[in-house]
């Protein structure tokens, strides 16, 4: 029977990751969770879960049950607090990679960021000089990968701008935030921004990392000790078209955009006294967090849950609780 250990599994992807898990394969699964309340998905709806209670802070003491594991996903990490973050996002997260049995463990996926890479989905140096600790400490775990015993093993997984979550799940920060996007599309749809991205439902990342698990021989061509990276999103879209389709799910025309040039949005942050920090001011500068060959999963000849600007509003705004917004709001 095939082991599996997990991170991460009370957070938005985790909870998708870990119910997709129980609810299509019979493995065993091994939960890492700090606080057993957080789970809202039935882990007890069949034999072969187990929950772990504890944290990264103390993986040492899992060493035994970790040289036993087939595939281990890694999907827990820190947010703040510099020192905090530098230990669970570096430091243990290596730590746990190296109490892996290479000769057991058929796999290692390690969720990173996309916002540590650059357009050619290689290492962004801003992120490291610039980044919240979180993308800092991403940075620093990824660029350390490659010299891991197991690196070869290593799936590295960077998602794009998440949504998801409902009843049953946590919300992501931008799906907790989306209530913001619908209250001032009304005013939002006249400007015109510069500036593109991708973005993905946590249901697709749950089935890409499936897929992963279930075909422990996929594996595209790589040098020994290479790490295999899939950036995990849609196609990119531009800020603006993303405003035209959220604005006409809301039944709000578009007739003409005022650009929003830097030099204008630099002279409003100056008027109203904005506080950005060194990577906000650093995104606003690079607007165009786009990467190559983007992988949903349809790129494994699946069905994708949310591919469009539309179904993600669909998805969103509904889970939320935002509907009334398509009928009634006016600006």
């Known amino acids: 029977m095939k082991r599996i250990f997990i991170t991460g599994a009370s957070g938005c992807i985790g909870h998708y990751m870990t119910e997709m898990l129980i609810q299509h394969t019979n493995y065993e699964l091994y939960l890492l969770v700090r606080n057993l309340h957080k789970l809202q998905f039935d882990y007890q709806v069949r034999s072969g879960i187990y929950i772990l209670q504890g944290d990264m802070s103390r993986i040492e003491e899992y060493s035994d049950l ?47 960021t996309a916002s540590i890479l650059d357009r050619n989905n290689q290492l962004l140096l801003p992120a490291s000089q610039f980044g919240h600790d979180y993308i800092r400490t991403k940075y620093q ?93 849609n196609p990119a879209i531009s800020v603006d078209r993303a405003i035209a389709e959220i604005s006409s799910y809301f039944n709000k025309k578009v007739y003409l955009r005022i650009p929003l040039y830097i030099w204008l949005t630099n002279i409003f942050i100056k008027i109203f006294r904005i506080q950005m920090d060194s990577w906000s001011r650093f995104s606003l500068d690079y607007r165009h967090f786009t990467y190559t060959n983007p992988v949903t999963p349809a790129s494994f000849g699946l069905q994708n849950y949310c591919s469009t600007v539309e179904e993600l509003m669909k998805s969103q705004v509904k889970s939320v609780g935002q509907v009334k917004l398509k009928t009634n709001k006016t600006i």
């Open 141 to 233: 775990c990824f660029a350390q990968l490659s010299q891991q015993a197991i690196a070869n093993k290593i799936i590295a997984v960077f998602p794009t701008l998440v949504f998801g979550g409902d009843k049953n799940k946590p919300h992501s920060h931008l799906s907790a935030g989306i209530t913001d996007v619908t209250k001032w599309i009304g005013l939002i749809r006249w400007f015109s921004l510069d500036g593109s991205f991708h973005f993905i439902h946590a249901q697709d990342i749950a089935r890409v990392i499936n897929y992963l698990v279930e075909h422990p021989d996929f594996s595209p061509q790589q040098k020994p000790q290479e790490i295999t990276c899939m950036v995990l999103g």
């Open 66 to 112: 970790l040289k036993t594991i087939d595939v281990a996903i890694l999907a827990a990490t820190a947010w703040g607090g510099a020192e905090e973050t530098y230990q669970i996002n570096v430091v243990k997260t290596l730590e746990l990679i190296n109490l892996l049995d290479p000769q057991v463990c058929e796999r290692v996926i390690y969720f990173s």
